[in-house]
Nanobody
C-alpha cells in the first residue's frame, strides 16, 4: 500500500510556472508507476501525466504535452510535475496516484489546488 502527499500548488499568473511534488511512502514505492491527475470544477477527473517505476517511460495528455514535465527521484521517493506556460484552463485540483503501471490509479493523495489567473 502507498501513501501519497502532494505539495506545491498555488496561485500563478497565465504564462507562469509551478512545480508540484508528490512524496510517496509505503512498501516498495520504487516499483510503482506514479501519475498526475486533475479535476476542474464541474468536470471529470482526467489523467495529465504518468511515469513508469524506473522513470524511463512517460506519457502526457495532449493538452499539456510540451508544457508539463513529469519526473521522479527514487532516492527521495518523490515525483514532480513541472508546469510551464500555464493557462487558465489548467486551473484544477491536482492529484498524484500510484499503481503497478500507468495510468497508475490505485492509491491516491489528497490533492493540491492550482489556480491560474491574472
Amino acid at each position: 500500500q502507498l501513501q501519497l502527499v502532494e505539495s506545491g500548488g498555488g496561485l500563478v499568473q497565465p504564462g507562469g510556472s509551478l512545480r508540484l511534488s508528490c512524496a510517496v511512502s509505503g512498501f516498495a514505492v520504487d516499483y510503482y508507476a506514479i501519475g498526475w491527475f486533475r479535476q476542474a470544477p464541474g468536470k471529470e477527473r482526467e489523467g495529465v501525466a504518468c511515469i513508469s517505476s524506473s522513470g524511463s517511460s512517460t506519457n502526457y495528455v495532449d493538452s499539456v504535452r510540451g508544457r508539463f514535465t513529469i519526473s521522479r527521484d527514487n532516492a527521495k521517493h518523490t515525483v514532480y510535475l513541472q508546469m510551464n506556460s500555464l493557462k487558465p484552463e489548467d486551473t484544477a485540483v491536482y492529484f498524484c496516484a500510484g499503481g503497478r503501471g500507468c495510468p497508475a490509479a490505485d492509491y491516491w493523495g489528497q490533492g493540491t489546488q492550482v489556480t491560474v489567473s491574472s
